[in-house]
């Protein structure tokens, strides 16, 4: 698959997803893009976006898009604390389909594995809601939630 790392994602991630076309938004000259049209511009040339803006799922629609997002919610983005998460990281490149998001979240050293987490037909209020009740029951076990917005 074709992934791209947003800005806010340590280059160092890329050589890490092994088995994919890994490139980064500055490699492209894309830096500083907005969310809506860097989006736009990645469901033409990639199938996975992975980024570090947690915000990402409330601000952007995936309806329609034929892009996966992979949103690294983890306790900051130094460079050891996101590549600590790679495995995590390809584990949710690999799983996620077009128009969802998957949430990684937790540290480097906690346990578990994805979980589908489907939040499609929701409002922007309910979704986040949802979300937000969902990501605090998952916050200590450190799990990777995927959150659809297919209308």
Do not use: K, Y
């Amino acid at each position: 698959m074709r992934v791209l790392l947003d800005e806010s994602v340590p280059r160092q991630l890329a050589p890490l997803l092994r088995g994919h076309e890994v490139t980064t938004v500055q490699r492209l000259g894309w830096a500083g893009t907005r969310n809506g049209e860097l989006l736009r511009r990645a469901s033409q040339e990639f199938q996975v976006l992975v980024t570090g803006d947690q915000g990402f799922q409330f601000q952007q629609n995936l309806a329609g898009v034929n892009l996966g997002v992979v949103i690294i919610a983890a306790r900051d983005n130094r460079v050891e604390t996101v590549v600590g998460l790679a495995e995590r990281v390809l584990e949710a490149v690999n799983l996620v389909q077009p128009g969802q998001i998957v949430r990684i979240a937790g540290s480097a050293h906690a346990a578990g594995h994805p979980r589908l987490f489907v939040g499609g037909g929701l409002s922007p209020a309910a979704g986040r809601a949802l979300s937000d009740a969902r990501a605090a029951s998952q916050r200590a076990a450190g799990r990777c939630m995927v959150g659809s917005r297919r209308a």
